[in-house]
């Protein structure tokens, strides 16, 4: 009889392993990892450069630690994640998962590590605003995703909620709910703070009105069983990341440059998007493929230099489309910077050559912002900034932590301390975070052609997406 037990097939997803050993060893021996997620860009996207998202990023670091392969299983939605792992078709589920009621009856959850509010969505200039639901003089409307985490939490608010008639929209998620509002097919609807967030900058007439529950806890799903071998492991493992720092940059890879928005910059862009950038895409690839580097962030770059304008010029004397000095144009064989191609190309040359100074050891994206820094501020004032960073206690190695270190550029106190000076740390900020905003756009332009806005524009007959 033991011999029979120790030889079962024991599921969909474990296949031929040993009964008697844990679930965590079990998974090890099959040398795989299931992990159920959703696709949404809070969570997990394929892109050129392949899949890429927080909960891929987390899943995929997890793989590593318990020593197996990722395999990622999608689903329509949260719910739906929860149920491949009720069912026992994954071995976890990490999508952006709100902990509720319901799903508790159905599956454990890992270490709490983010929190979202639910917040009512409506378009600028298209239904009436709502500031509190309080003040309503009628009900609204309010179209909500099938999601029982957003759901039980408006349950437990003491909002007004009879000023609000909820309908759930079978099949839809918080993205598809957007994107209707932008589209003005719906007045109202009920998002996760965190989607609307990093959807807000493709769809920049979205509002956000008043949050309508206390924020939602998220975690991963894990099976329930009485064996505790894997939820031990994923309690171990964000543990770790959080005290190495690696779920903070995480996070900070894909919010930190979200929170501040800018509507009138957004709409600009855009229009440049459809614009300008026709004329220059073909140098951008051209230059990508010479340098090694993505062409939408060379787009991104030369977007926040001159907003794709070829004859741009700063009362410091900087010109043409990437903005170069004299001296950097010398450097990088640029003989007229106001010729675009040329400027493109020299633009593209030299992000490469200050990229290559930065370390080897620190990985992407870290080394790619410190590289846009010092495109912006010069190599030495980012290295005076790494220096101080290590002073201060931070890791140098980790943009998130330099971040915070190059405004102190700008107070003596500080710069009097370094090699090369004063220098406009916050300007290199904000100069980062809006490339990575602008690369962003970039990327999710593709994403939308490829997948629901063409499939919208066939069905509508109109514009599918802002950023078309």
């Known amino acids: 009889m033991d011999l029979l037990v120790a030889s079962l097939c024991l599921s969909l997803i474990h296949g031929c392993v040993d009964a008697r050993d844990s679930v965590l060893e079990q998974i090890q021996a099959r040398g795989e990892v299931v992990v159920a997620t959703r696709a949404a860009p809070t969570t997990y996207f394929e892109g050129e450069n392949g899949p890429a998202g927080l909960e891929y990023d987390l899943a995929r670091e997890f793989a590593r630690y318990i020593g197996v392969r990722l395999r990622i299983v999608t689903a329509d939605d949260a719910d739906a994640a929860v149920a491949l792992v009720a069912g026992g078709r994954a071995d976890l589920a990490a999508a952006g998962i709100g902990i509720s009621r319901q799903r508790r009856q159905r599956v454990d959850f890992g270490p709490v590590y983010q929190t979202y509010s639910p917040v009512l969505i409506y378009r600028r200039e298209g239904a009436r605003p709502i500031r509190k639901v309080s003040r309503l003089s009628s009900p609204v409307q309010l179209l909500a995703p099938p999601d029982s985490a957003l759901l039980e939490g408006l349950g437990r608010t003491g909002a007004d909620l009879d000023r609000l008639q909820v309908s759930v929209a079978s099949g839809q998620s918080a993205g598809d709910l957007l994107y209707r509002v932008w589209r003005r097919q719906v007045d109202y609807a009920l998002a996760p703070s965190t989607e609307f967030q990093v959807l807000r900058r493709f769809y920049p007439e979205l509002v956000a009105g008043p949050e309508l529950a206390a924020p939602v806890q998220v975690a991963w799903a894990l099976p329930r069983s009485a064996d505790d071998s894997l939820h031990q492991a994923v309690v171990r493992f964000f543990r770790r990341a959080t005290e190495n720092g690696e779920l903070e940059r995480l996070v900070d890879r894909y919010f930190g440059h979200t929170e501040d928005f800018d509507y009138v910059d957004t709409r600009v862009f855009i229009r440049h998007l459809r614009g300008r950038l026709p004329q220059y895409r073909h140098e951008f690839e051209a230059a990508a493929a010479a340098t090694g580097l993505d062409w939408r962030l060379l787009a991104a770059v030369g977007y926040q230099e001159s907003h794709w304008n070829p004859v741009a010029r700063s009362p410091t ?152």
């Open 317 to 468: 004397g900087v010109r043409g489309l990437m903005m170069l000095t004299r001296s950097t144009a010398r450097q990088v064989g640029v003989e007229n910077r106001l010729d675009p191609a040329a400027s493109i190309r020299g633009g593209a040359e030299y992000l490469r050559l200050v990229r290559r100074k930065i370390p080897a050891r620190i990985p992407d994206p870290d080394r790619t912002y410190m590289a846009l820094a010092a495109y912006n501020i010069g190599f030495g004032h980012l290295e005076d900034a790494r220096i101080l960073t290590q002073r201060r206690g931070g890791d140098p190695d980790r943009w998130i932590d330099v971040r915070e270190s190059l405004p102190l550029l700008e107070d003596e106190a500080w710069y009097g301390q370094t090699r090369h000076g004063y220098a406009r740390g916050r300007e290199a900020v904000t100069y980062v975070d809006r490339i990575r905003h602008y690369y962003d756009l970039l990327v999710w332009r593709d994403q939308f052609q490829r997948t629901r806005t063409r499939t919208a524009l066939l069905e509508s007959g109109g514009d599918a997406s802002p950023l078309l």
